[in-house]
């Protein structure tokens, strides 16, 4: 079984434009989460989609978007990019919405570097 | 809010050694807590999930503890090896749902 995967690998952009990462989600999976990592603040939870809905958001502001779509792979887009976006997006899928015995598989991430 | 602490922030040990990782958390009302691997600028690998009402999960040489009335858990590797060498990561997750609440990690080092 394929695992998740992230596109693109690593993306250069400068202050101001915006960007879109996208996740493919194991195949059968129907939830996916979206998390940035940067060295300063760790691990933080984004969003998550789960049958093209979000379910739940993190403490991001309005910049960070994400949608769904019916064949569970997922999309994030950040508008008017700021230096301190440049992070390590990555990408979580599980099978369920997050019941207590669903592990949840990450992808290898999208590098985005602002300038 | 729930927080989570992982100690120690770096570990080095020679190869062979026995360890435990430390990760606390401040809510008990959690569904499960899961442990992760990460090695450089890479993404993360699952390693083990225990559930609320489970004591411990198993895999090959490790052992993952969780006491969730004292909101701590352990996860023991045995005989390391260079290859352990990576980032450990714990997580919990509270509610259903899928968000997961990280610790900050423990980078181990495994010296030939």
């Known amino acids: 079984k394929a695992g998740v995967t992230q596109t693109p690998r690593y993306l250069i952009k400068t202050r101001g434009q915006q960007v879109t990462l996208s996740c493919s989600p194991i195949s059968g999976h129907r939830s996916v989460s979206w998390y940035q990592q940067t060295p300063g603040q760790g691990l933080q939870f984004l969003f998550e989609y789960f049958s093209e809905t979000q379910r739940n958001k993190g403490n991001f502001p309005g910049r960070f978007s994400g949608r769904q779509f019916s064949n569970s792979r997922s999309e994030m887009n950040v508008s008017t990019l700021e230096l301190g976006d440049s992070a390590l997006y990555l990408c979580a899928s599980s099978f369920s919405r997050g019941a207590r015995t669903d592990t949840q598989y990450f992808g290898p991430g999208t590098r985005l570097t602002v300038l | 809010k729930q927080e989570v602490t992982q100690i120690p922030a770096a570990l080095s040990v020679p190869e062979g050694e026995n360890l435990v990782l430390n990760c606390s958390f401040t809510d008990s009302a959690i569904y499960n807590l899961q442990w992760f691997r990460q090695d450089p600028g890479k993404g993360l690998t699952s390693l083990l999930l225990?559930?609320?009402?489970?004591r411990e999960q198993t895999s090959g040489r490790l052992n993952a503890s969780l006491d969730k009335s004292s909101g701590r858990s352990t996860l023991y590797i045995a005989a390391s090896q260079p290859g352990d060498s990576a980032t450990y990561l714990c997580?919990?997750?509270?509610?259903?749902?899928?968000?997961?609440?990280f610790g900050e990690g423990t980078q181990l080092t495994v010296n030939p």
């Open positions: 225990i559930q609320s009402s489970q």
């Open positions: 997580a919990v997750q509270e509610t259903s749902g899928s968000r997961l609440t």
